[in-house]
């Protein structure tokens, strides 16, 4: 595999992390295929949304695979009235991320980013590698400092 952005910084931090690849099935880019093909739980495996506030601007969301992010709450926590995602068409544009390889580690402009509080429950998490068919297995504690993350409850219970 090719060392991508999201691996270089890592690195250049010397923030630990294992390369998790798996095969890429153009047709399900979804988080819960991916934890199935890499052996996880899918509660461990977290992917990274992007959406926008209406007084904020731009805002990174990680959330376990499987669960669906809570708009009003995650607006409510981010001092925004409402949010509304990021359209897929501009995810490139916006983050130098294509859908299924989107991180919160490494998009072109630094962004406000917040991440589900059930992360605390496991040492590590994966979070995508930056490209699709790759995803980081690395520290819960040393991915919220590097990416200086806050924690909170953003799924719909």
Do not use: W
């Given at each position: 595999?090719?060392?991508?952005?999201?691996?270089?910084?890592?690195?250049?931090?010397?923030?630990?992390?294992?390369?998790?690849?798996?095969?890429?099935?153009?047709?399900?880019?979804?988080?819960?295929?991916?934890?199935?093909?890499?052996g996880?739980?899918?509660?461990?495996?977290?992917?990274?949304?992007?959406?926008?506030?209406?007084?904020?601007?731009?805002?990174?969301?990680?959330?376990?695979?499987?669960?669906?992010?809570?708009?009003?709450?995650?607006?409510?926590?981010?001092?925004?009235?409402?949010?509304?995602?990021?359209?897929?068409?501009?995810?490139?544009?916006?983050?130098?991320?294509?859908r299924?390889?989107c991180?919160p580690?490494?998009?072109?402009?630094?962004?406000?980013?917040?991440?589900?509080?059930?992360?605390?429950?496991?040492?590590?998490?994966?979070?995508?590698?930056?490209?699709?068919?790759?995803?980081?297995?690395?520290?819960?504690?040393?991915?919220?400092?590097?990416?200086?993350?806050?924690?909170?409850?953003l799924?719909?219970k």
């Open positions: 595999m090719v060392k991508t952005n999201v691996m270089r910084m890592l690195s250049a931090a010397k923030i630990p992390f294992e390369v998790m690849e798996y095969p890429v099935d153009e047709s399900d880019l979804s988080g819960i295929h991916i934890a199935d093909q890499i996880l739980p899918r509660a461990q495996v977290f992917k990274t949304l992007v959406a926008k506030g209406d007084k904020t601007g731009h805002l990174v969301f990680c959330i376990p695979c499987a669960e669906e992010l809570e708009l009003r709450h995650a607006a409510s926590i981010t001092g925004n009235k409402k949010i509304e995602m990021v359209h897929v068409k501009d995810l490139l544009g916006l983050t130098g991320y294509i299924g390889g991180s580690i490494g998009m072109k402009k630094k962004f406000p980013t917040y991440v589900d509080e059930s992360a605390l429950t496991f040492e590590r998490i994966t979070v995508s590698a930056g490209v699709r068919g790759a995803q980081l297995l690395l520290n819960t504690a040393e991915l919220l400092q590097f990416t200086q993350a806050k924690t909170a409850a799924t719909v």
